[in-house]
């Protein structure tokens, strides 16, 4: 996601579309908080797919086999083979399931436990049929029918090959007679006659034989055998299947949100986009404790603050979030406190102009506020005491335009301030990180870190060296 940061110097920098090569590690830690959900949701959506699957009603497969032989071209008879010619496999495929097949033996070519498949071989090839029902036993029944009816067609196929030449024959020798009947007085062309009608005789012989015994290219190569398992269901498998694909669409929805949601997460994160050193983590303020944070962990980040921020006074520190409720304002309010503490002059500036809240906590008067003060230098800046060596600027208000209010005006206002010479701390909170674009203006104009809570459990501070102006 494009982000902006303030670098070392005052000057606005720009990081564009992130993108880094992702390591294990990295992607084991963005996974980690998604694995025990996908597992939970894939062992429901398993065990659900296994209880309903194996409730469905058991299917079985019997298969035949059919052995297509090629024509092996035997010598000619009358001008016919002795062998039929054979089909291609995938026109055996069609006469298959052939509805004129199919009906004489109680089936239906549009049923979808019909199948038949093809496995074809460099001298022959071999029709597999398959037949799903209930029953194993009818199932296997039906498949042997089915092959046979197949292979019966066939034969009929090659008969009806004979049974043509047989008529070819007869037609030929119908001929001679006739040519016989007409030669009675020529001896050499009697005699030439009588030899071709012994062929045509012999042949017709031969072709009344070959059509009693008469077999196509087709043989069952495999009677079906009832089987003893079922194909259908498959709960184990499905439970299987279905669990893997349950588990990598939690995984999906929960990579897609985390490109969706622009929300910081860890300090890791925040001081890669932003390229700022973490300062310090410290747990986030339970709920129900108001705006308070524990001396101690106050007394951590000025500590922390104070080593990054080492060097000539003013201190500017700007406190920003990344979600409502975060608890910038008690953080600022409570980073404020403990440098008036240490009896350094602080002043505590309320910037967040779209929700102003520590004028309320600190029960300070509206006015004079930054709405009224900031664009107007006419405006005594008169910041109220709230205790020692703490001075507070409520918001004084929330104007409609806070982000034009306080990108036209912030520069001069805070040169002012720091022309007064007053303070040695300056404490600002600010409006939220997201999703409005309000917190960029600060970046180039800040000498001194920001506070960044990411959503969790810890709090983080990020910094950014003292520059000046």
Known sequence: MPLAFASSRVRFAYIGDYQEELTLEELWRMLRPALWPALLLALVVALFAYYFSARNPRVYRAVAKVLVVEDTGGRGLAGFSDRIPVLDPEAYREVARAHDLLAPLGLDDSDRGLKIRVVKGRRSSVLVLSVDGPNPSRAAEHANAWAEALVAWDNARARRHFERAEASLKARLAVVDQELARSAGSSDQTEALLRLKADLLRDLDMVRALKVSARGNLQVLEAAQPPLLPVAPRPKLVAALTGVLGFFLVVFLFFLRQALDPRLRSSEEAARLTELPVLVEFPRVPPGAGRTLSKEAANYLRAGLDRALAGPSPKVVVVTSAEEGAGKSSVALALARTYA?????????????????????????????????????????????????????????????????LTEHWRTFLARVLDLGRYEVIVVDSPRFFPWPTPWWWFPMLPGPFWWPPKGERISVTCRLPTTF
């Open 341 to 405: 503490r240490t009896g350094r002059p602080v002043l505590l500036i309320d910037a967040d102009l779209r929700r102003p809240v520590l004028d309320e906590e600190l029960a300070a008067p509206g006015e004079p506020g930054l709405v009224s003060v900031i664009g107007d230098p006419d405006v005594p800046f008169e910041p109220h005491r709230v205790q020692p060596f703490l001075d507070f600027l409520p918001a004084g208000g929330t104007p409609e335009n806070p982000s034009e209010l």
